[in-house]
């Protein structure tokens, strides 16, 4: 164990998360994981410390500054423990997948205690043939969809030692600088800062302000039936796919898995639209895709590597193909013009502002 100490203030962007967070809206990252057994309790609590021995940051709370004139800072839990981070909610009937989701939704309803950090792992035994399910939850202050796959898989393999080869690394080098988390999105602002041309913070200006302009110009929430007060209530679902099924896709018309992931989230709102609200399928819907700044998926790196696209999402298109290609086509756009960066730029941004801002 490092035995690090030191308060590490958040980056501007997982400070975002956290202080954004409402009563009603807890900005969490959740992922519901299907295993073959029941998962054994002591052998799932040794995994645990292993992550954490591995990952101190689990070990620390977010402590927020009076009055809100500094950005919270990562400081270790005196009480940390981990049975306080683990415990179990029955599966209410083997083999039924809905009543899974009402156990889903219970949890992912409460937002997590401010008094230890941010996870939790809930385990679900009872499902058919003896499965079970592992329910993850962190705020994401802490860390984003693809840090929480990795910490999926240290979670769920086996240990290094039992590998074919072993891949280690240097722990020290994971909390050795202030706010690491924000280093991204920072690098962005401040390296361009340094040594970038005029040109290029011009060019990142000119994309931040017709992206404004375009946000702006829609409506940014058309009339449909999914309009409404947030509350506390949470439904979870899910579909599954067999990613193999989508190489032919891709090749054959030139797009990407995320693309057409995009085109089926279309085409599922356009469907809840048609029976609901038959005004909702009439005007394309603007979303948010966040983008990975990573630089391979086994970045080791907790908090926020993210920056952010503006596309909108085609339901006024009835034909799957036509939706995917128009999909395809924006999102190739906002790329060419450097949505992204623009948007990692703006983010960098926020760093060198006042917390209070």
């Not at 054994?40 to 809100?68: H, K, N, W």
Request: hydrophobic residues 40%; proline residues 8%; contains cysteine.
């Amino acid at each position: 164990m490092d035995g690090t100490t030191t308060a590490e203030p958040l980056s501007a962007l997982d400070a975002a998360f956290l202080f954004f967070e409402r009563p009603d809206e807890p900005l969490v990252v959740g992922a519901l994981v299907e295993v073959e057994s029941a998962a054994d309790p002591t052998l799932l609590l040794s995994r645990l410390e292993a992550l954490v021995e591995r990952e101190p940051r689990f070990r620390q709370r977010p402590v927020r500054v009076a009055l809100g004139v500094e950005r919270p800072t990562w400081e270790d839990d005196p009480d940390f423990a981990f049975i306080r981070h683990y415990r179990t909610a029955p599966w209410p009937a083997p083999g039924d997948t809905a009543r899974l989701r009402e156990v889903v939704d219970t949890v992912l309803a409460r937002a997590l205690p401010t008094d230890r950090p941010p996870w939790e792992i809930v385990s679900i035994p009872g499902g058919s043939e003896g499965r079970a399910a592992l329910l993850l939850r962190a705020h994401h202050c802490l860390l984003d969809g693809m840090t929480g796959m990795r910490m999926i898989d240290l979670l769920c393999d086996e240990p290094e030692e039992n590998r074919s080869k072993p891949r280690r690394r240097n722990r020290s080098t994971t909390f050795d600088r202030q706010s690491a988390a924000g280093d991204w999105a920072r690098g962005a602002f401040h390296a361009s800062a340094a040594s970038a041309p005029v040109w290029d913070h011009m060019r990142n200006l000119a994309e931040l302000t017709s992206t404004f302009v375009s946000l702006l110009h829609d409506d940014p929430a058309p009339p449909t039936s999914i309009n409404g007060r947030v509350g506390r209530r949470r439904h979870a679902t899910w579909a599954c796919f067999d990613r193999d099924a989508y190489g032919p896709v891709c090749a054959e018309t030139g797009t990407t898995v995320n693309e057409i992931a995009l085109s089926v989230i279309a085409g599922a709102l356009r469907r809840y639209f048609w029976r609901h609200d038959r005004t909702g399928t009439r005007t394309p819907l603007r979303t948010l895709v966040p983008v990975s700044l990573r630089g391979h998926a086994d970045d080791p790196r907790l908090g926020n590597a993210i920056s952010a696209l503006f596309p909108h999402l085609p339901v006024d298109v009835a034909d799957p193909l036509e939706r995917l290609e128009q999909i395809s086509l924006e999102i190739q756009e906002l790329r060419s013009r450097g949505q992204p960066r623009a948007a990692a730029y703006a983010l960098g941004m926020l760093d060198s502002l006042p917390s209070m801002i």
